[in-house]
């Protein structure tokens, strides 16, 4: 198990910056892969950005966060974050924290085991 609690999440004007965090617990933090995803109403939950194991891993990122969002990790913290820059309100939407086993491949929602609660970012025009 490895419970993720997500946080930072909430009202900005639109061109405003927010950063999310996510807090895990468990000695294997480092072992997995971290995502970001997000979910806006009446929509399917996206993938946002992904960090690899190690800090300082590889990153990847959606077409939408690109340019706008850095994703990092300090696993001395067991902490993941999400810089958010020039926000837009199509960025509203929860914002979740995923964990994926070593192997997997980031993107797929099925390749993460762990989820975090959410945290909800609302952006206004």
Do not use: H
């Not at 959606?62 to 837009?88: C, E, H, P, W």
């Amino acid at each position: 198990q490895v419970p993720l609690v997500e946080s930072g999440g909430g009202l900005v004007q639109a061109g405003g910056s927010l950063r999310l965090s996510c807090a895990a617990s468990g000695r294997t933090f480092s072992n997995y892969g971290m995502g970001w995803f997000r979910q806006a109403p009446g929509k399917e939950r996206e993938f946002v950005a992904d960090i690899t194991w190690s800090s300082g891993g590889n990153t990847y990122y959606a077409d939408s966060a690109k340019g706008r969002f850095t994703i990092s990790r300090d696993n001395a913290k067991n902490t993941v974050y999400l810089q958010m820059n020039s926000l837009k309100p199509d960025d509203t939407a929860v914002y979740y924290c995923a964990a994926r086993p070593f192997g997997t491949s980031y993107g797929r929602l099925s390749a993460y085991a762990y989820w975090g609660q959410g945290t909800q970012v609302t952006v206004s025009s």
